[in-house]
């Protein structure tokens, strides 16, 4: 691994590590570097802020799940391994998606999974969404957000095989079809 890559980990587990004790919204760049045992200056080479760090903690998983899907894995192969992540992740999800800063992971999150979506229905269907479709999308991702938010606030109690199939449950029927046509199941 590279070392800047090596740095942005050690500031993700030392921002981890914070979080067990202290809310996102009161962790300080200064609490982290130091608990990385680093400076501001290498901290701001890296990330803009502290949900600068979170988005792109978040973004590994989205490599990890998302960007694979249709590619490797089926779309409940995809969500399951997100799934699994937030659920090792607990608490580190837990607080990011506490957070009221206009930077949240929630907003992060559902900008990725709406454009994931919908560059993946686009491609395989050659055409642009429809607003019909767009409509469906749209309130799709935001339930489909405001759920896992909750099971993960809430405990993440439910396996994530529960949690996959409820949402992919949960999808609208036309959405649904779309996706179905769209090889992601």
Excluded at 63 to 89: A, D
Excluded at 168 to 181: G, N
Aim: hydrophobic fraction near 40%.
């Amino acid at each position: 691994m590279a070392e800047k890559e090596m740095m942005k980990y050690r500031l993700a587990e030392a921002i981890k590590t914070l979080m067990e004790t202290e809310p996102l919204d009161k962790i300080t760049v200064r609490d982290i570097v130091e608990s990385a045992h680093t400076t501001r200056q290498s901290f701001y080479r890296h990330f803009q802020d502290k949900y600068d760090l979170v988005n792109w903690y978040f973004e590994r998983l989205a490599q990890k799940s998302f960007k694979l899907m249709g590619v490797q894995y089926t779309l409940r192969e995809g969500l399951l391994k997100k799934f699994e992540f937030i659920r090792q992740e607990k608490t580190f999800f837990s607080q990011a998606f506490r957070s009221q800063d206009y930077n949240l992971l929630m907003h992060y999150d559902y900008q990725c999974i709406l454009d994931f979506y919908t560059k993946w229905i686009e491609q395989k269907t050659q055409q642009p969404l429809t607003p019909q479709i767009q409509f469906l999308l749209e309130m799709y991702c935001r339930g489909s957000m405001q759920m896992t938010v909750k099971w993960v606030i809430q405990g993440a109690k439910e396996s994530p095989e529960t949690i996959v199939d409820l949402l992919i449950d949960a999808q609208p029927e036309k959405l649904r079809a779309m996706l179905r046509d769209t090889e992601l199941e």
